[in-house]
């Protein structure tokens, strides 16, 4: 999908951001002050390191597969689904296969 506004478009999630080889990619497709919705690419094996934001959040998994590791429980987790971070407690994401996901950024 070209990068443009989408506003009042409608889009299907997994086409928001393709694949690369040996990278991430992710594109922001809404910035508010309440938070933001970005999309991401994951080539197999590449991964977000554990980290901690203070935040809460929501991954919504919409191609493939990975294993998000939060406060040290590892999940498989595959086209469909869903899985809350909570804000101030350590995660990290591993491609398995190549996926992506949509990351929903809820500020307190």
Do not use: C, N, W
């Not at 987790?77 to 971070?85: K, Q, R, S, Y």
């Amino acid at each position: 999908m070209e990068s443009k506004d989408l506003s009042g478009a409608a889009f299907t999630a997994a086409e928001l951001v393709g694949y690369q080889d040996g990278s991430v990619v992710s594109r922001v497709v809404l910035r508010q002050k309440a938070g933001s919705v970005t999309a991401f690419a994951f080539d197999r094996g590449e991964e977000l390191s554990e980290h901690t934001v203070p935040d809460d959040a929501l991954i919504h998994v919409t191609d493939g597969e990975a294993k998000i590791t939060v406060s040290g429980v590892s999940h498989r987790v595959a086209a469909g689904d869903m899985i809350i971070l909570p804000g101030g407690e350590p995660h990290a994401v591993m491609a398995t296969e190549r996926f992506k996901m949509l990351l929903v950024m809820l500020k307190a």
